[in-house]
């Protein structure tokens, strides 16, 4: 069974910080994709991220950056010089990989990040 | 474009009543998943739907949920007998097969509350 670990439940850091929210997967499955999705009060997901299980290069977006590494199965999401915008939810989620097409998301508790200003 | 849309956004019924939820995914999009997101468990996946293919319902948690998909492109599940229980935000995502890596990025709707009394 597939599953993800997201142990900070909430983090709260002043606007300008660099804030990293911490993800563990564990999966028995050789490929397999990783996502970051930001839930903010509307309520809706928004998709930030996806990687793929052959692809360890990290990745920056802006003031997001993210790194994968299998040998601790972890998918950490950093955000650079917090703004008060970036408050929300934060989930990561694994896909499994069947051979339907079915890619269903295992999703981890999620990590509530609050910004103040 | 147009991202996934749902409807209605807030439902409240009352315990043993029939409700349907709608979902009408990206155009070009022919997969189609439902999850469901309570304070108890989190995100959860439902159901999956590929084009014109048999549905997989193996997350549907009893037999009073159903979904079904007409015309490969909208679709409704059902919730039969409501229990407080099912009180949750039903979403919906969809995504597009083909280019590598699109087809497992999931587009998610805003989601419908649904509040049983």
């Known amino acids: 069974a597939q599953k993800v670990t997201q142990a900070q439940t909430e983090i709260s850091v002043v606007e300008k910080e660099d804030v990293t929210l911490d993800c563990v997967y564990e999966?028995?499955?050789?490929?397999?994709?990783l996502f970051w999705y930001k839930q903010p009060p509307s309520g809706e997901l928004v998709f930030l991220i996806r990687r793929n299980s052959f692809d360890e290069q990290n990745e920056i977006s802006g003031r997001y950056s993210w790194n994968f590494q299998k040998s601790t199965s972890s998918f950490n999401f950093t955000i650079t010089a917090s703004q008060v915008v970036d408050s929300a939810v934060y989930f990561c989620?694994?896909?499994?990989?069947?051979?339907?097409?079915?890619?269903?998301?295992?999703f981890g508790s999620g990590t509530r990040l609050q910004v103040q200003p | 474009g147009a991202g996934v849309s749902q409807s209605p956004s807030n439902k409240v019924t009352e315990k043993g009543k029939d409700v349907e939820l709608r979902c009408d995914p990206i155009?070009?999009?022919?997969?189609l998943y439902w999850y469901r997101q309570s304070l108890g468990q989190g995100l959860e996946f439902l159901i999956y739907?590929?084009?014109?293919?048999?549905?997989?319902k193996s997350g549907l948690p009893s037999d009073r949920f159903s979904a079904e998909r007409t015309g490969g492109s909208v679709s409704t599940l059902t919730i039969q007998r409501t229990q407080q229980e099912d009180s949750a935000v039903y979403l919906c995502?969809?995504?597009?097969?083909?280019?590598?890596?699109?087809?497992?990025?999931?587009?998610f709707g805003p989601g419908t509350r649904l509040l049983v009394l």
């Open positions: 155009s070009g999009h022919t997969a």
């Open positions: 739907f590929q084009g014109n293919s048999a549905p997989d």
């Open positions: 989620a694994l896909s499994d990989y069947m051979d339907t097409g079915r890619r269903a998301l295992t």
């Open positions: 999966t028995r499955d050789t490929t397999y994709y």
């Open positions: 995502a969809s995504s597009r097969p083909g280019l590598a890596g699109e087809q497992e990025t999931q587009y």
